[in-house]
């Protein structure tokens, strides 16, 4: 892999077209790009034989589909009936797609097809395919929400960023698996049951958006849309060995979907793209992000182009060990590696982090309990949920137990103003770097049930951390452990800096290799 961004492929050879062959040859071969669009380049995958399926179209990257289809090299259908294909072939063993819309995304695609032939492309996701986790609402498509109230339960309009993808050109083949209302560090739904890890069934994928990850991982799926409350887009991303950013906070729009942008806690909660390259991940954050008029957390904040960050002089802060749940050796390992790739490229590391990383989990516990469970239980009833599942009906256990008494008005005032305070303290820290360096998990693998063991907890602390500053925060693959499974690095920046976040990220992808085929 080359670790230079001056590494490029052109897409246009000679005076004219490549074969899809060609092409897709030539794009496997190298990460990076020098696309005829401005919002395109490519990503490096792996071209190994896939049986049973054009492994081009399967493995290849959004921006390369894009790119395909754009150009007729191939025709959406000829993708989504490759991708349905794999989709029988691998869903029934992870359980990561619950709905599943073969016809109306084969009628989606040769509409795609109709208009390239008349000159036409709606937007830079043109006939690319794509699932959505089953938290946002999809028109005339079933979406639980994991929660049983939801069981039958078909929105008349799409979520914010669903509608914006559609609009974009992407075609929506199903909705992939989450936990009730979003919460749980695994993916186990009263609704649809247990998703299982690409790589290995007896390890959970993570959650809450491990249908996504599953999925993609298992190259049936381009790219999805997470959300992630304290690291449901990016826990996935490491146990699976995919790419996945939590953009800043009142970057995209979380209108429709089932945690919403009310509350007190609202800035906790993030949607974002998961994909197998960060060029993916690049593409499709522009498509869904700004303001949409309806979540009023929402700013029309610029979004800045990781291809033009200069990458050479960032400063950098790593830690392999946030002083509350040390990392795996393997972890640990991955993180050195990758700061030392990204020291090569002239990128000055310190081994530092924030101090008041200290205070997290005390600060995540007392927001946890603030409204004795109030939050949840009116999720359930909007949901018309009467019994919540296991997950949920847990976390409202352990607020119980954690609220011997009511929290008073004095106390819930003082509990806001310390949240503000430490993220002041942890602003004071990244004002003297342009991103941070850090595990995504203390835990390289996750066992199903793990999550529920109270000492497992703060193993998570690593992501969620960082939706209680709001900041920025993505996750790649940088390595593989003993036991042959994806290990992830994550990268947080400033806020509003998905850029360099995003720029930081694709070096590593490239020096460490990215995206591997999981071997369902």
Same mark, same amino acid.
């Given at each position: 892999?080359?670790?230079?961004?001056?590494?490029?492929?052109?897409?246009?050879?000679?005076?004219?077209?490549?074969?899809?062959?060609?092409?897709?040859?030539?794009?496997?071969?190298?990460?990076?790009?020098?696309?005829? $669009?401005?919002?395109?380049?490519?990503?490096?995958?792996?071209?190994?034989?896939?049986?049973?399926?054009?492994?081009?179209?399967?493995?290849?990257?959004?921006?390369?589909?894009?790119? &395909?289809?754009?150009?007729?090299?191939?025709?959406?259908?000829? @993708?989504?009936? %490759?991708?349905?294909?794999?989709?029988?072939?691998?869903?029934?063993?992870?359980?990561?797609?619950?709905?599943?819309?073969?016809?109306?995304?084969?009628?989606?695609?040769?509409?795609?097809?109709?208009?390239?032939?008349?000159?036409?492309?709606?937007?830079?996701?043109?006939?690319?395919?794509? #699932?959505?986790?089953?938290?946002?609402?999809?028109?005339?498509?079933?979406?639980?929400?994991?929660? $049983?109230?939801?069981?039958?339960?078909?929105?008349?309009?799409?979520?914010?960023?669903?509608?914006?993808?559609?609009?974009?050109?992407?075609?929506?083949?199903?909705? #992939?698996?989450?936990?009730?209302?979003?919460?749980?560090?695994?993916?186990?739904?009263?609704?649809?049951?247990? +998703?299982?890890?690409?790589?290995?069934?007896?390890?959970?994928?993570?959650?809450?958006?491990?249908?996504?990850?599953?999925?993609?991982?298992?190259?049936?799926?381009?790219?999805?849309?997470?959300?992630?409350?304290?690291?449901?887009?990016?826990?996935?991303?490491?146990?699976?060995?995919?790419?996945?950013?939590?953009?800043?906070?009142?970057? @995209?729009?979380? +209108?429709?979907?089932?945690?919403?942008?009310?509350?007190?806690?609202?800035?906790?909660?993030?949607?974002?793209? $998961?994909?197998?390259?960060?060029?993916?991940?690049?593409?499709?954050?522009? @498509?869904?992000?700004?303001?949409?008029?309806?979540?009023?957390?929402?700013?029309?904040?610029?979004?800045?182009?990781?291809?033009?960050?200069?990458?050479?002089?960032?400063?950098? %802060?790593?830690?392999?060990?946030?002083?509350?749940?040390?990392?795996?050796?393997?972890? %640990?390992?991955?993180?050195?590696?990758?700061?030392?790739?990204?020291?090569?490229?002239?990128?000055?590391?310190?081994?530092?982090?924030?101090?008041?990383?200290?205070?997290?989990?005390?600060?995540?516990?007392?927001?946890?309990?603030?409204?004795?469970?109030?939050?949840?239980?009116?999720?359930?009833?909007?949901?018309?949920?009467?019994?919540?599942?296991?997950?949920?009906?847990?976390?409202?256990?352990?607020?119980?137990?954690?609220?011997?008494?009511?929290?008073? %008005?004095?106390?819930?005032?003082? &509990?806001?103003?310390?949240?503000?305070?430490?993220?002041?303290?942890?602003?004071?820290?990244?004002?003297?770097?342009?991103?941070?360096?850090?595990?995504?998990?203390?835990?390289?693998?996750?066992?199903?049930?793990?999550?529920?063991?109270?000492?497992?907890?703060?193993?998570?602390?690593?992501?969620?951390?960082?939706?209680?500053?709001?900041?920025?925060?993505?996750?790649?693959?940088?390595?593989?452990?003993?036991?042959?499974?994806?290990?992830?690095?994550?990268?947080?920046?400033?806020?509003?800096?998905?850029?360099?976040?995003?720029?930081?990220?694709?070096?590593?992808?490239?020096?460490?290799?990215?995206?591997?085929?999981?071997?369902?």
């Amino acid at each position: 892999m080359p670790t230079s961004e001056s590494s490029v492929i052109s897409l246009e050879a000679g005076n004219g077209k490549q074969s899809r062959r060609e092409f897709l040859t030539a794009s496997m071969s190298a990460a990076g790009a020098a696309a005829s $669009m401005p919002w395109l380049a490519v990503a490096a995958v792996d071209s190994r034989p896939l049986a049973g399926n054009p492994p081009e179209l399967c493995r290849a990257t959004v921006v390369q589909l894009a790119e &395909l289809i754009r150009r007729r090299e191939v025709s959406s259908l000829e @993708v989504v009936n %490759a991708l349905l294909t794999r989709i029988e072939q691998v869903n029934p063993r992870l359980n990561a797609i619950v709905h599943l819309d073969a016809d109306g995304a084969r009628a989606s695609a040769r509409a795609a097809d109709q208009a390239i032939a008349r000159g036409g492309v709606a937007g830079p996701l043109h006939g690319v395919p794509m #699932t959505i986790k089953d938290s946002l609402d999809t028109a005339g498509m079933i979406t639980t929400g994991g929660t $049983m109230g939801r069981k039958a339960f078909v929105p008349d309009n799409d979520a914010t960023v669903v509608a914006r993808l559609r609009s974009a050109g992407a075609i929506l083949l199903g909705k #992939t698996n989450t936990p009730e209302l979003t919460w749980s560090f695994e993916t186990r739904s009263p609704v649809y049951g247990r +998703t299982v890890n690409p790589w290995n069934p007896a390890m959970s994928p993570g959650g809450s958006s491990g249908g996504a990850a599953a999925i993609i991982a298992a190259c049936a799926s381009p790219f999805d849309i997470g959300s992630d409350t304290g690291g449901s887009i990016r826990e996935p991303a490491h146990f699976c060995g995919i790419a996945g950013i939590k953009p800043t906070s009142g970057r @995209v729009p979380r +209108t429709g979907h089932i945690v919403g942008a009310e509350g007190f806690t609202q800035s906790l909660t993030q949607l974002g793209p $998961m994909a197998r390259s960060v060029d993916d991940l690049a593409l499709v954050l522009r @498509v869904i992000a700004g303001p949409d008029w309806k979540d009023a957390a929402v700013v029309p904040a610029p979004l800045g182009n990781h291809e033009d960050v200069a990458l050479r002089g960032l400063r950098v %802060a790593m830690h392999v060990d946030n002083g509350l749940h040390p990392p795996s050796r393997e972890i %640990a390992k991955v993180v050195q590696a990758s700061a030392e790739s990204l020291q090569r490229l002239g990128i000055e590391i310190e081994e530092a982090r924030p101090d008041a990383l200290k205070d997290v989990m005390a600060l995540d516990e007392d927001l946890f309990r603030a409204d004795g469970g109030s939050w949840l239980r009116s999720l359930l009833e909007r949901a018309g949920t009467k019994e919540p599942g296991p997950d949920v009906a847990l976390s409202l256990k352990m607020i119980a137990d954690l609220n011997k008494r009511e929290m008073t %008005a004095p106390e819930f005032a003082a &509990l806001l103003e310390r949240w503000d305070a430490w993220r002041g303290r942890m602003l004071q820290f990244l004002a003297r770097y342009d991103a941070i360096l850090c595990p995504p998990c203390a835990l390289d693998a996750l066992p199903h049930g793990a999550s529920d063991l109270p000492e497992t907890y703060p193993a998570f602390s690593y992501t969620f951390a960082y939706n209680m500053t709001g900041w920025p925060a993505a996750v790649v693959r940088a390595g593989t452990s003993s036991q042959g499974l994806p290990l992830g690095v994550q990268v947080i920046g400033r806020p509003w800096r998905e850029d360099v976040v995003l720029a930081l990220v694709r070096a590593i992808e490239r020096s460490h290799g990215g995206f591997q085929p999981a071997p369902v």
